[in-house]
């Protein structure tokens, strides 16, 4: 069996998932929240196949730092299963987000490895140290497999420099090693493949917009199966509205907050990080609760809604003209997957441009790839789900085969 190990680590939470890589099978899954604070908590699901029910751990647990949170990882598996050593892993795969331009495919981590990983902590303060951590704490945990580092930014080092470059002085750009890495690429990765596979085509064949559209969200230009430009920049806060972050934004309001409204660095991060996107327009981070608002008539939550779609449309039209011919729309994650409501105001009127998207498929909740689009649309719409970790796994296995 291939099995791997696939480890998320944020902030304040660790995600896991134990696969089996030929399946496909999570044979465990898992979250310890809150990291650091006295409120720990963890979900473990065992679903070994065959097994019928899946075992559920969910408890309140102490995880102070990212070494607890892996001791309450190892607890999870060795009360309520599977096994590890009778499902041993022969990798474990980290998600690091940001790997700048130096790391262009999955690599086994080394010392050296991990001081770049720290070094690039300065264009990724949010998501880098917790990835750092993360590695640490499974190296002690597990020390004797290889572990391999997934970049987020990997697939988006075929953008060209036209796409990447920001129009600023250049000798300051090139010193501060600011330029525009794009995120998310292990889910566009995965999609714009999993999206070829469903129109039984080559991918290297298709040109493609892929739309992740989850907490953080992100648009994605593929052309024959490689990236050629995305929404997301120097980091993951640029291009698409999001959750809590506001996406693209003329860069002199922050001057003016800065000058008129007192905002210091950190504030301004914060604000744009963190209380902005369809949080900041309307009081919900959460798509499902802005709905619901935007249904009940909320005024705030209607506008938010709009901003929304309407931003990305745009990315739509743009990256349309950037691929030349359109073979198809793929929407994935959360808000992506499971929205037939955005999903319709981004496409709306886009028929004079090939699209056409049929309502009832579109409001279909089959599971799997499926196409919304009728069958005379000339670009056809489809809802492919992601899976980041068998993407991360499958990747890392690849590595350590060789
Ligand atoms: N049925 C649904 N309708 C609308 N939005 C949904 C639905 N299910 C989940 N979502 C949205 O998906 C988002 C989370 O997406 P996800 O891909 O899980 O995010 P992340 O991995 O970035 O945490 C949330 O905004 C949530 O509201
Ligand atoms: C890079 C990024 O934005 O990731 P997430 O969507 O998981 O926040
Ligand atoms: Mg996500």
Redesign the pocket.
Known sequence: MSIVLVVNSGSSSLKYQLLDVETGHPLASGLVERIGTTDGHVKHTASVAGDGEPTVWDTAVDAPDHDAAFAVMLEAFASHGPSLEEHAPVAVGHRVVQGGARFFEPTVITELVKINIDELSVLAPLHNPANLAGIVAAERAFPGVPHVAVFDTAFHQTMPPAAYTYAIDRALAEKHRVRRYGFHGTSHRFVSRAAAEFLGRPVEELQLIVLH????ASACAVAEGRSIDTSMGMTPLEGLVM?TRSGDIDPAVLLHLQRRAGLDADATDRLLNSQSGILGLSGH?????L?AAREAGDEASVIAFDVYTHRLRSYIGAYAAQLGRVDAIVFT???G???AT?RAAALAGLDWFGVEVDDERNRSRERGARRISTDASRTAVLVVP?NEELEIARQALEVVRG
């Open positions: 559209l989850g907490n953080g959750g981070a959460d798509m499902r609760d709905e994650a959360g808000v997957e499971n929205s955005v992601t």
